[in-house]
C-alpha cells in the first residue's frame, strides 16, 4: 500500500516525517496505546461466548470419531472428503484472529503441537513472538479448523498446517488493527499460504469518525478489504466472517469489511438445521454483490474451551473456518485449481446458488457435489488436451493392442463405434447411450493378432456417421 505504520509521542517527529519529499500524506489510526479503553467498549467478542456450555464425549461411526462436531461436519458431506483420506495434509491456513489463548497446553490440539504443524506464529499488536497468552477466541476458532481429540471433537481440517497471527485488539476498536491485517496477510504470503481464515470484521470505531458506512462497504473502500482482495490476486483463498450486526435495524446490519471484498468468500451463520441465525449479518454487499457467499453452522458450533473440552459457541466467527477447513480439504484434492475455481464449485455447490438469498448468500455448501463438480471440470480439461479442437480422436496411432477413442457426444442417444478393416469387415464394435456435450473414452483391447495396415473407426449416432482412418504398427 506505499505505507508506513509507525507510533511516536513527539509532534516534532511527525513535522519532520510530514516534511519528506515523497511523504504524500499521513493520518491518525489510533489514540495513544497507552490510552485508557472507553467505557463505552466491550469485548467485541463476548456476545459469542455467553451460551458455551460443557459438551460430554460421545462416539460416531464415521471416518473421524468426531464426538460432538460431527453435525457441523456432515451438514456440508465433509466427512464425505475425510473419507476420502482429505484432512489437510500440506495445505497451509493463517489464522488472523484477536489471540490464542492457552492452544499450546489445550489437549485439543496435542497432535497439532505434537506433529509441529504450527509453522509460524506471531503477535502484530504487541510485536512479539508468542500468541498463547491473549485472547481466547482465535483458540476457539483454530479448534473449529484444527482440534483433534477423537470421541470429543475433530475439526474439519484436523491434519493441515497452521500459522497463527494475531492483528486484533479485542478491547478496543481502530483502524491499525486493519493495518496489521494486512501486514499479516503479507507474512502469510510469504510463508506460502494457501488461505487465510479471518474471523474479524470492522465497520464501527472508538472514534465513529473511523466509521465504514454502507457505502464505503463497497469492495474497494477500506484498507483491510483492499488488502483482502490483494491477497486473493496473489493466489491466497481468503475467507472471513460476515458479522453478528443482523438483529440491527439500521445499516450496521450488513456485512463488515472485509466481508465485502468481491474476491472474498464470505461466511454468514446457520444452526445444525441450516436456519439461518438471528444475528448473522446480512446481504447483499453495497453494489448488490451476492453476500454472504455461503453459510455454515455458527449457531451452537461446537468448539474447544479452555479446559480443553467441547463447547457450544455462538457467532459467524465460529461458521468460517468450520466451512474454511472443508475448503481447505477439498483444495486438497484439486491442487492445480486456483483459488477464486474452488470457491466456485463451492458455491455452485450450494443449495441456493440458482437463487442466491440476502441472508444465506449462495445457501449451504456441499461438499460431495462440489468434489464432483471439481473431479468433472477435470476430467473436461484431460478430454480438452487429448482433443484439441476436434470432437473426436483416435489415439494411439499407431496402434498396437489396445486403440482409445475419446470424443464430446454431438446429440443425446445411442452411439455406435465400429472398427473395421479396409474392405468393411468388422473387428470389433461398441455401443452405448450419451448426452450432448458430455465426454467419452472407450476402449478397443485385444488388437495383437491383426495384421499391420489401414483401419477405419466408424461412429454413428444414428443421424450422422464418421469415418476416421487408424494405423496398426
Request: charged residues 20%; hydrophobic residues 35%; aromatic residues 8%.
Amino acid at each position: 500500500m506505499n505505507q508506513a505504520l509507525i507510533q511516536t509521542s513527539d509532534p516534532a517527529v511527525l513535522q519532520r516525517i510530514r516534511a519528506l519529499p515523497f511523504v504524500a500524506g499521513d493520518g491518525r489510526m489510533s489514540p495513544r496505546m497507552d490510552a485508557p479503553v472507553p467505557e463505552k467498549r466491550v469485548d467485541k467478542f463476548v456476545a459469542e461466548n455467553e451460551e458455551a456450555l460443557s459438551i460430554q464425549p460421545r462416539t460416531t461411526n464415521t471416518p473421524l470419531n468426531y464426538g460432538n462436531s460431527y453435525p457441523q461436519i456432515h451438514l456440508h458431506e465433509g466427512d464425505f472428503l475425510h473419507g476420502k483420506g482429505l484432512r489437510g495434509e500440506n495445505m497451509l491456513i493463517a489464522v488472523l484472529d484477536a489471540g490464542f489463548q492457552g492452544y499450546k497446553t489445550n489437549p485439543m490440539f496435542d497432535s497439532l503441537r505434537l506433529q509441529n504443524r504450527v509453522l509460524m506464529e506471531w503477535d502484530f499488536i504487541n510485536n512479539e513472538a508468542s500468541v498463547n497468552e491473549d485472547h481466547p477466541h482465535g483458540m476457539q476458532c483454530l479448534s473449529t479448523l484444527a482440534a483433534n481429540r477423537p470421541g470429543v471433537m475433530v475439526g474439519s481440517a484436523p491434519y493441515a498446517q497452521y500459522l497463527l497471527f494475531r492483528t486484533e485488539n479485542a478491547a478496543r476498536e481502530y483502524p491499525y488493527e486493519e493495518q496489521a491485517w494486512l501486514v499479516a496477510a503479507e507474512k502469510a504470503d510469504s510463508a506460502g499460504a494457501d488461505m487465510i481464515s479471518s474471523s474479524l470484521g470492522y465497520l464501527d470505531f472508538d472514534d465513529p469518525a473511523f466509521n465504514y458506512s454502507y457505502q464505503q462497504r463497497d469492495g474497494n473502500t477500506s484498507l483491510i478489504t483492499r488488502a483482502a482482495d490483494m491477497a486473493a490476486a496473489k493466489g491466497i483463498l481468503v475467507m472471513n466472517s460476515a458479522g453478528n450486526n443482523g438483529n440491527l435495524t439500521n445499516e450496521n446490519k450488513f456485512v463488515s469489511c472485509p466481508g465485502d471484498a468481491d474476491s472474498v468468500f464470505t461466511v454468514g451463520a446457520v444452526n445444525v438445521s441450516g436456519q439461518i441465525a438471528g444475528f448473522s449479518s446480512w446481504g447483499p454487499a453495497y453494489g448488490g454483490k451476492t453476500k454472504p457467499n455461503a453459510v455454515s453452522v455458527g449457531q451452537g458450533t461446537v468448539v474447544a474451551n479452555n479446559a480443553g473440552n467441547a463447547a457450544s459457541g455462538n457467532g459467524t466467527s465460529f461458521a468460517n473456518p468450520n466451512l474454511a477447513g472443508m475448503v481447505a480439504c477439498l483444495w486438497q484434492a484439486f491442487p492445480d485449481c486456483s483459488n477464486m475455481e474452488i470457491i466456485r464449485a463451492v458455491e455452485q455447490s450450494s443449495d441456493r446458488y440458482n437463487a442466491p438469498h440476502e441472508r444465506y448468500g449462495y445457501g449451504l455448501p456441499n461438499f460431495k457435489k462440489a468434489h464432483d463438480i471439481l473431479a468433472r471440470q477435470k476430467e473436461q480439461k484431460n478430454y480438452q488436451q487429448i482433443l484439441g479442437k476436434n470432437n473426436i480422436k483416435a489415439y494411439p496411432v499407431p496402434f498396437d493392442d489396445e486403440l482409445r477413442v475419446a470424443f464430446k457426444a454431438e446429440a443425446d442417444g445411442a452411439l455406435q463405434l465400429r472398427l473395421v478393416d479396409l474392405s468393411g469387415k468388422p473387428i470389433d464394435h461398441k455401443q452405448m447411450v450419451v448426452h450432448k456435450e458430455q465426454y467419452y473414452t472407450v476402449e478397443f483391447r485385444g488388437l495383437l493378432k491383426l495384421p499391420a495396415g489401414v483401419y477405419y473407426l466408424q461412429t454413428s449416432d444414428g443421424t450422422q456417421k464418421n469415418m476416421i482412418p487408424v494405423i496398426r504398427r
